[in-house]
């Protein structure tokens, strides 16, 4: 199985400024023959289920605001939220979907400083 | 609107039995795979379960093999979850999950159901 990790586990960033979210996976996740990373992120806040916020490692779905990014590719990514505000407190998940089963990562919380 | 609804969560005993449904709108049922994703109390999520829109696919994770079975009727719009021998480390919310049609993993997500095994 795939192994994802993610760091920090959590972090507390001022209203307005950069939250950068790492995700590491155990071996590559990019699929030699359509050269896409199998890596999504997603975002929970407390009570909801999770809402797609990422796909191909760095593709916006549809309505989430452009604050929010994806980088990264192979095995090594990054979230970044550049201007947190009010409502981006949650917790944050990459997973990846190259091979099953399809494994998360173990989350980071976002607060607010 | 696409919607994801889930039931058949409660209480049961380890060694019990439980089924549950989700109930989905919005979208052409019969094209979609589907999933069952769950989060114990206060933990990550863990997925366990994949169903091809035909069901000629269907995957599980290692924890719940042999004891889940996975199946839907798309004359029904349905999804099902048939879970036996419940241990109490199945204790979680159960959501049902759709991928999109890219495929991407899990664009639409239910409300989730409680599943607690305790005596």
Avoid: H
Avoid at chain 2, 22 to 50: D, H
Avoid at chain 2, 94 to 101: E, K, M, N, Q, V
């Amino acid at each position: 199985d795939i192994v994802m990790t993610q760091s920090p586990d959590s972090l507390a960033v001022s209203l307005g400024e950069r939250a950068t979210i790492n995700c590491k996976s155990s071996q590559s996740v990019l699929y030699s023959s359509d050269n896409k990373n199998y890596l999504t992120w997603y975002q929970q806040k407390p009570g909801q289920p999770p809402k797609l916020l990422i796909y191909w490692a760095s593709t916006r779905e549809s309505g989430v605001p452009d604050r929010f990014s994806g980088s990264g590719s192979g095995t090594d990514f990054t979230l970044t939220i550049s201007s947190l505000q009010a409502e981006d407190v949650a917790v944050y998940y990459c997973q990846q979907y190259y091979t099953t089963p399809r494994t998360f990562g173990p989350g980071t919380k976002v607060d607010i400083k | 609107e696409v919607q994801l609804v889930e039931s058949g969560g409660g209480l049961v005993q380890p060694g019990g039995s439980l089924r549950l449904s989700c109930a989905a709108s919005g979208f052409t049922f019969n094209t979609y795979n589907m999933n069952w994703v769950r989060q114990a109390p206060g933990k990550g999520l863990e997925w366990i379960a994949y169903i091809g829109g035909s069901s000629s696919a269907i995957y599980y994770a290692d924890s719940v093999k042999g004891r889940f079975t996975i199946s839907r009727d798309n004359a029904k719009n349905s999804l099902y979850l048939q879970m036996n021998s419940l241990r109490a480390e199945d204790t979680a919310v159960y959501y049902c999950a759709r991928d999109s049609l890219d495929p991407v993993p899990y664009d639409y997500w239910g409300q989730g159901t409680l599943v607690t095994v305790s005596s």
